[in-house]
């Protein structure tokens, strides 16, 4: 039988910025892995912007991403639609490869389909971001979603990593994703549009779907075989173009949350307190597969990196056509 083909799978649409996060996240790949195929789904204009300065060869197949696609629900709830390859790793565009993907994909291998999250989803996801949360927490609306539904456990998924290699099954998840979410109202969960946000989140409905087909989540943080780590300011050594990453790992999960706290002093204070508990200090330096811009106030680092890779491409194509 021939080998099954492991590729990934990135989307863009909206403002061109995003077509140069993919390319510069596509970069990052290729230091690792020069082989394993990749594909875009993005809008003509994005695909003849590729075409135009010749970056469309970095991809082994580029399709169309319908209108009723170009938003976040509109994509990954609709995956099996947009799977070329046997085995598929769905992927971000604000990330960063940082080393050989190889143990990742023979671990991935392992299941049908996952994504990567937490075994158990705290009150604040999907739910309210403020003091809200404790309204939740009092009348246990998460415990009453999930008796509703008929569901026992609710898992945390990081959507920026997903795999499948089950088309069937995949349809099936985003099927009952796509049926919690209209169903929204019968849930705890906030809509994101009502907190400003443009888009509405697919996390809390795909987590309620794999629950539904008790499907096991992939472990997000996972010490030194991390598949993916968020990049926070001061707790990440890198150099600008992200050659050599490593990571502050804390291995008590409460002292590793604490690095989001938005307010540095009051995070680096607690994190002096907590972290003189005996082993609550330990901590690894870990260089993950993926470093995660996930955080719009960390993202910066990331923004810049695009914008000197899609230069220095673009600038690199321009030359190479007028010397033709």
Known sequence: MPTPVEGYVLHAYGDEKYVRHVVASVVTLRRHDPDRPVALFCPPEHQALLARHGLDTLFAHIGDLPEEHRSI??????LHRFSPFDRTLFVDADMVWCRDPDPLWRQLSAFAFTATGLPRADFYFGGPKGLGVVVDFLLDRRDRTLRH???THLPRVQA???????????ERVCGYASEFLARRDETHFRSRLSEGRSEETCEWSLAMAMSRLQLPIYLWHQGYNSPQLDFVEGFVQYDPDFERVVCRYYSDRLVHSMRFMPNVWLRDALLALFTRVPGRGDYLDVTPFVLHFGWIHQKQPFYDFADRTWARL?????VVGEKV
């Open 314 to 318: 673009t600038r690199s194509q321009a």
């Open 149 to 151: 539904f008929g569901l």
């Open 73 to 78: 629900v509109g994509f990954k709830h609709h």
């Open 160 to 170: 920026g990593m997903i795999y499948s290699q089950d088309s069937t099954l995949t």
